[in-house]
Nanobody, 126 residues
């Protein structure tokens, strides 16, 4: 079993909402920050949001700042990504990744993430 497992992807219409989950089973929960990444068709995977072990969030893309929120649930060892006001540009495969303790304030770099989930598909129609 992968240490990280995403779920919650679906097909929604423009303006809709989704909540993705990242279940952390194979790592020490309080040692890892969790980053959210997405890969649109034909594009590179990009990191857009991270939450550290102190629940501090760091945004890397301006377009999601007012629409996406991420939280950690210690009891369930799960990180949630609440996505509101979804747009067709949000379409892609969404991944969660784990990096040690804190989020990099300077940017999201794939090489900093040690573990990844399998991804979940989000499709937003206009």
């Amino acid at each position: 079993q992968l240490p990280l497992v995403e779920s919650g992807g679906d097909r929604v219409q423009f303006g809709g909402s989704l909540r993705l989950s990242c279940s952390v089973t194979g790592l020490t929960w309080d040692e890892y920050a969790i980053g959210w990444w997405r890969q649109a068709p034909g594009k590179k995977r990009e990191g857009f949001l991270c939450i550290d072990v102190n629940r501090k969030s760091t945004f890397y893309i301006d377009s999601v700042k007012d629409r996406f929120i991420t939280v950690r649930d210690d009891a369930k060892r799960t990180v949630y990504l609440q996505m509101n006001s979804l747009e067709p540009e949000d379409t892609g495969v969404y991944y969660c990744g784990a990096r040690f303790l804190f989020c990099d304030p300077d940017g999201a770099y794939e090489s900093d993430y040690h573990q990844w989930g399998q991804g979940t598909q989000v499709s937003v129609s206009s």
